[in-house]
């Protein structure tokens, strides 16, 4: 079992910079391949950012390439999402996800979620 807590939404203006934090329970942190996905209101969850066990492989939607940024850190069982450039558009709740075996780009793989935090960018 694995438990995933995000922290660092907000509200930020447009153009401005963000950084989310993903939180991982217990020693098996290494294991997943960790993505971030996005629901804005009535729409479908959307895949942002993924990145390999080891952190060597990231990839990314067409939305957010160029602007934001996932990394992780496995000795403090955390991933990143930094978001920069940010847009009115990125406004959505913001999860994290493990992957036990794909890459953690696909919702429907996914095996571990985070509740969700909201992030909002006014124009």
């Known amino acids: 079992q694995v438990q995933l807590v995000e922290s660092g939404g907000g509200s930020v203006q447009a153009g401005g910079s963000l950084r989310l934090s993903c939180a991982a329970s217990?020693?098996?942190?290494?294991?997943?391949?960790m993505g971030w996905f996005r629901q804005a209101p009535g729409k479908e969850r959307q895949f942002v950012a993924a990145?390999?066990?080891?952190?060597?492989?990231?990839y990314y939607s067409d939305y957010v390439k160029g602007r934001f940024t996932i990394s992780r850190d496995n000795a403090e069982n955390t991933a990143y999402l930094q978001m920069n450039s940010l847009k009115p558009e990125d406004t959505a709740v913001y999860y994290c996800?493990?992957?036990?075996?794909?890459?953690?780009?696909?919702?429907?793989?996914?095996?571990?979620w985070g509740k969700g935090i909201l992030v909002t960018v006014s124009s």
């Open positions: 996800a493990a992957d036990r075996v794909g890459r953690g780009t696909s919702v429907g793989s996914m095996d571990y």
């Open positions: 990145i390999s066990r080891s952190g060597g492989s990231t």
């Open positions: 217990g020693r098996t942190f290494s294991m997943y391949a």
